[in-house]
């Protein structure tokens, strides 16, 4: 039926077991102890690694775990941004309400595109929030009373009372701690029963219709969620940078955090998350090579589909097993 | 006894494509009502309908005395009108036991549920045994009786069944409808839509006909198999 032609998605309940866990320990312990050890320009890339995880989640919302393609992903993301920054901006108060608001805003745009949307399927919706996508991203280059338009906009530094943050290491443990809370919250959405309806309307919208799952709504609320946790994001960015240009909010966003999803292994969080540090990476290493970058990231994903289109940890998982099965 | 279902002359339709003209039937609680028919004949229409995945353009739907005709589909399933569909509708890549957590999916009785779940594992021993394996690796049979299973899941008071039989062994047949009858003698009713005319009418007291979206013929299953008409078009004979 509706099911996404991308990969046969993995099973969300295995996603945080066993080898993952201790993974994920070991990221965490080396993230905390990150600033440390090391300078300005990795603490930044760092920074930025983990605003693309959370952007991944909010991805994997949508398409991992409901299968709903969503190519609007960089302009709930913008969204956020300038939804937290002018609200920063306007009121003088934490930044973490700030970012609240921008999770809201984005949000609430999620939610009226998935009840547009929500006759459309597979193609038909890739297109849609495509369209919707660019139309944003023209929003955010000609609104110039909101946006300050082609010319991009400052973001002033986020303040937690009289904290204010003005580097990059001292934004980053405020955007560790933010990072691990979205983690931790899709987490709780997998396994609660709404993450159950998502992944019944993703296998089958007659099984789930046919078991009581109201499909229009959980649609709706997955594309809802998806684009709160990428406005989040957005107000995350704004902890550590001050200016935002729409150039850096278009289609190639888009399409670079739904190869993170991919190259990690759609439907599993764990996948999620490492896609989003070892391609956040690799294009960061890329970025010596401009003019090859594009040719790269379409030759990674050519070969993921083709070699491991469950993802990168479901193929090194598989090369274990046999390897220990003596294959 | 009183009819737990009564349907009394729906329309529906696909586009501009007439599925279903003046439909009526009754299913009293308590009993097994066959549905038959030729393919396209609006079977499955009927029992969409019903499930509310198809809206009627006309007439009405009694569930236990109430109007269901312009319910949604999540609040008949929770009133216990459970649909299994045809074609092997499980969640392929869940496990089977994935799959009987999400037939419970609108309860929350955690005593209910565990009942329902030993009940299922008595009619389908198999199930248990395959408790951890995936729906989608299943046989054809397996898959028919995780979809039944899974529908018990719900608790509920009327079973739609639509075509069990479809793509199994002559052997599978026997044994899924052998079930059934259990399912029914233990309390449950059941519309049961089949293109098997022969075994519907052995295993239901009351059959309904139809052809081209309306109500051709109906009558006691033990009468329409000794209908001369009913032999020549669907028994083969």
């Given amino acids: 039926m509706s099911s996404p032609p991308l990969a046969s998605p993995a099973p969300a309940r295995r996603a945080l077991s066993g080898p993952a866990l201790i993974g994920l320990v070991a990221a965490v312990i080396v993230a905390v102890a990150l600033p440390v050890f090391t300078s300005g320009y990795v603490v930044y890339i760092a920074n930025l690694l983990l605003v693309f995880v959370v952007l991944c989640l909010g991805l994997h919302i949508v398409i991992g775990e409901t299968g709903q393609f ?52 597979d193609i038909y919706l890739a297109l849609a929030t495509f369209a919707f996508g660019e139309a944003m991203q023209w929003v955010f280059a000609n609104w110039d009373s909101v946006t300050n338009g082609p010319n991009g906009l400052r973001i002033s530094p986020a303040r937690f009372g009289p904290i204010e943050i003005l580097s990059d290491k001292q934004a980053y443990p405020f955007v560790l701690f933010f990072c691990l809370v979205i983690i931790g919250l899709t987490v709780a959405i997998s396994r609660s029963r709404l993450g159950r309806s998502f992944r019944a309307v993703r296998e089958s919208e007659v099984a789930a219709m046919a078991m009581g799952i109201d499909v229009r709504r959980a649609r709706i609320v997955s594309f809802g969620l998806s684009a709160a946790i990428a406005g989040f994001a957005g107000g995350m960015f704004g902890l550590f940078q001050t200016f935002i ?40 290493v890329l970025r010596q090579a401009p003019q090859y970058q594009e040719i790269i990231y379409g030759a990674i994903l050519i070969l993921f589909m083709m070699y491991a289109p469950r993802g ?5 998982g598989d090369r274990i097993r046999e390897a220990r099965h003596g294959r | 006894m009183a009819d737990l279902l009564e349907i009394d002359g729906i329309s529906a339709s696909y586009g501009r ?17 066959a549905l038959l028919g030729s393919n396209g ?3 499955s229409t009927t029992l969409n309908t019903v499930s509310r995945l198809v ?7 009694r569930f236990a005395g109430e109007e269901i005709q312009s319910w949604a589909s999540h609040k008949v399933v929770s009133a216990g009108v459970l649909q299994v569909p045809e074609g092997r509708e499980v969640f392929r890549d869940m496990s089977v036991r994935e799959n009987l957590d999400m037939g419970a999916y609108r309860r929350s009785d955690a005593a209910g549920i565990k009942r329902d779940l030993d009940r299922v594992f008595e009619y389908f021993p198999k199930l248990q045994e395959r408790l951890q394996q995936k729906a989608g690796t299943l046989s054809g049979g397996e898959q028919q009786m995780l979809l039944i299973g899974r529908a018990l899941m719900a608790g509920p008071r009327l079973l739609l069944l639509d075509e069990p039989s479809l793509g199994l ?9 052998a079930i059934i009858e259990r399912l029914n003698k233990d309390g449950l009713t059941i519309l049961l839509v089949e293109q098997n005319a022969a075994i519907a009418l052995g295993c239901s007291t009351y059959a309904y006909i139809l052809e081209n979206g309306e109500m051709a013929l109906e009558g006691a299953s033990a009468q329409l198999r000794q209908d001369d008409s009913v032999r020549r078009t669907y028994l083969g004979g």
């Fill in chain 2, 55 to 61: 809206p009627v353009t006309k007439g009405r739907i």
């Fill in chain 2, 169 to 177: 062994s002559p052997v599978l047949v026997q044994q899924i409808f």
């Fill in chain 2, 41 to 43: 004949a609006g079977k």
């Fill in chain 1, 312 to 316: 990168l940890f479901a193929f090194i």
């Fill in chain 2, 17 to 33: 494509i007439q599925a279903l003209s003046e439909v009526s039937l009754k299913v009293p609680e308590g009993a097994i009502v």
């Fill in chain 1, 70 to 121: 969503s190519m609007a992903h960089a302009a709930f993301y913008g969204i956020g941004i300038y939804a937290s920054a002018l609200a920063n901006r306007a009121v003088d108060l934490p930044y973490p309400v700030a970012m609240l608001f921008g999770a809201l805003v984005a949000g609430a745009v999620g939610l009226f595109i998935g009840a547009l949307a929500l006759r459309m399927r």
């Fill in chain 1, 245 to 284: 240009h729409p150039d850096s909010l278009g289609f190639q966003t888009t399409i670079l955090v739904l190869t993170m999803v991919v190259v990690g292994g759609l439907g599993s969080i764990a996948g999620a998350i490492g896609g989003a540090i070892v391609f956040g990476l690799i294009s960061e």
